[in-house]
């Protein structure tokens, strides 16, 4: 059997990766996580963001062929734009910028722009990019429900949920992007098998993150 094809590759991926229950979501749409826990999801973004905006720009530096630097370039701007869309959430839940600058966060939850730094360094091209569109699937998923929640649940308006739905849909032409990155790496004779272990890992990771959140509710 021959190597597979990006899309050969996308598609074991989605199949492998089955999204299971999310406990900090099925509370938050029930309202019942507290203000204090809403403010400490805002300070672990806060954190997040700032890391994988770097990262991003680190993968654009290391991988700079089109079209995967123009990629990741995006990418990182994206995170950038997040930013101030996470500061209006924040505020609405009680947390200044000077609360998220101060705010400590939890490792654990921290294990997501972890392995995305380790892999700015590490990964290969068409594993780190299998492993974030396989993820941004999950992860829009969860804003989606994210926004939802808070706004029928905890009246927010709706520049308060703006960062979820910024994050809710896959950024325009990324899907057809990264497939043709996938591609030119196993082109250049990466391992698909290193490919699809990096996709389940990073969403270990993202879960990871919800987990953490939900720790103790």
């Known amino acids: 059997m021959g190597k597979p094809t990006a899309k050969e590759l996308i598609a074991a991926a989605a199949k492998e990766i089955v999204v299971g229950p999310n406990t900090f979501l099925d509370l938050l749409e029930e309202g019942r996580v507290p203000n204090d826990r809403l403010r400490a999801f805002a300070g672990e973004q806060y954190w ?9 720009a680190a993968l654009a530096a290391r991988f700079p062929e ?6 990741f370039l995006s990418l990182s701007g994206g995170e950038i734009q997040a930013q101030r869309l996470l500061v209006t959430f924040a505020d609405a839940v009680g947390a200044d910028e000077a609360f998220l600058r101060r705010y400590e966060p939890d490792p654990l939850a921290q294990t997501y722009p972890a392995y995305l730094a380790w892999s700015a360094i590490n990964g290969t091209l068409s594993g ?12 829009g998923a969860y804003c989606a429900r994210t926004a939802g929640a808070l706004a029928s649940r905890y009246d927010l308006a709706e520049n ?10 896959m950024p325009p032409g990324f899907e057809e992007q ?3 990155v996938i591609q030119a790496g196993l082109d250049a004779g990466e391992d698909s098998a290193m490919a699809l272990r990096m996709a389940r890992a990073l969403y270990r990771y993202e879960i990871a993150f ?3 959140l939900a720790e103790g509710l």
């Open 66 to 71: 089109a079209p995967a630097g123009e990629m």
């Open 128 to 139: 780190i990019t299998l492993a974030m569109l396989t993820n941004f699937g999950v992860w």
């Open 160 to 169: 308060a949920v703006a960062f979820f739905h910024f994050f809710s849909k």
């Open 178 to 180: 990264a497939t043709t």
């Open 48 to 56: 997040i963001l700032r890391s994988d905006q770097r990262s991003f």
């Open 210 to 212: 919800w987990d953490a």
